[in-house]
Each structure stands twice: as structure tokens, then as C-alpha cells.
Nanobody, 125 residues
């Protein structure tokens, strides 16, 4: 199983980026999927999570109203649309697949079974 995140980069404050995470090796339509991030010198933190069919989402307070998580089960891909970016959003972003038995909304790392390689997002002021 591989999760490949892409779409990171350098952007000015106020700008937008769209992250994608494609899963290979099996389908994850029965799994909740989420995004986490880790800033330099800080612990990895929850960002957003999307339900199995994409109808329900949950966000960290720090990104609510600015980020949108979505998924396309036909493509086995989860997305994170980031707008109004701030320097404090600078981090390595990770996508993850929650354990099938996890309760909604999983926000702890131990609730996730598979993790992708992170993609760097840098927001300049």
C-alpha cells in the first residue's frame, strides 16, 4: 500500500494550493481519510478528515473556513484545497487512511493505519 501526496510548494501569504494524495495497492472507499501536518520543531497535528463517501468533513479550528477536504473514491484520491494561506500553515503535510474501526471523527495518529510520504508547504509572508 502506498500513499503518494503531491501539490506542495512555495506560496505567498493569502495564496492557495491544492494537495492530492493517491492511494495505490488497494481501495479505501471503506476508510475515513485525513490530512495531518508537522511544522518545524512541532509535533504532527490533525488538519482535516473526510467520511467514507465524502459527505461529512471535520476540521481543526486553525484551518476551518480556509481549507476544504474532499475525496474521489473512483480515483482512490483525497484532496486538500488550501486557501488564504498563512505563514503558520508552513509544514510538511501528510495524508493518512484511518482504521476501518475508527470512530468519527478520528483526529489522533493512532487511529490511522496508513500514512503517505509528506509534501512540503511553505507560505512566505
Amino acid at each position: 500500500v502506498q500513499l503518494q501526496a503531491s501539490g506542495g510548494g512555495l506560496v505567498q501569504a493569502g495564496g492557495s494550493l491544492r494537495l492530492s494524495c493517491a492511494a495505490n495497492g488497494r481501495t479505501f472507499s471503506r476508510n475515513v481519510m485525513g490530512w495531518f501536518r508537522q511544522a518545524p520543531g512541532k509535533e504532527r497535528e490533525f488538519v482535516a478528515v473526510v467520511s467514507r463517501i465524502g459527505g461529512i468533513t471535520y476540521y481543526a479550528d486553525s484551518v476551518k473556513g480556509r481549507f476544504t477536504i474532499s475525496r474521489d473514491n473512483a480515483k482512490n484520491t483525497v484532496y486538500l484545497q488550501m486557501s488564504s494561506l498563512k505563514p503558520e500553515d508552513t509544514a510538511v503535510y501528510y495524508c493518512a487512511v484511518a482504521r476501518e474501526e475508527s470512530m468519527w471523527a478520528p483526529r489522533r495518529e493512532y487511529e490511522y493505519q496508513y500514512w503517505g510520504v509528506g509534501t512540503q508547504v511553505t507560505v512566505s509572508s
